[in-house]
Nanobody, 118 residues
């Protein structure tokens, strides 16, 4: 059974930090590119960050560059998103996604809520 389980969301003040984690099971983790997306109320889901299978290449949305860091641990089958200098506009449901290279195989987690508010 494929599972992606996010954790680490919560309420934080502007300027604060949170670390999201996504634990994977039921598929060959190191075959998959891992990404984080987010969706704010009334908006479309958008790409936040991605990391290649070996962790060597990372990409970020312009809106989070310099503030967020994605990382993965293939031994532990986890991907993390360290979020610093959080802004009110970072408030959203954050989703973990696994994408297999060269195929249409992909999996989504159930999401974790991040709320940035004073």
């Amino acid at each position: 059974q494929v599972q992606l389980v996010e954790s680490g969301g919560g309420l934080v003040q502007p300027g604060g930090s949170l670390r999201l984690s996504c634990a994977a099971s039921g598929f060959t983790f190191h075959y998959y590119v891992m990404k984080w997306y987010r969706q704010a109320p009334g908006k479309e889901r958008e790409f936040v960050a991605g990391v290649t299978r070996d962790g060597g290449v990372k990409k970020y949305a312009e809106s989070v560059k310099g503030r967020f860091t994605i990382s993965r641990d293939n031994r532990r089958r986890t991907v993390a998103l360290q979020m610093n200098s959080l802004k009110v506009e970072d408030t959203a449901e954050y989703y973990c996604k696994a994408e297999a290279v060269g195929t249409t195989s992909e999996y989504w987690g159930q999401g974790t809520q991040v709320t940035v508010s004073s």
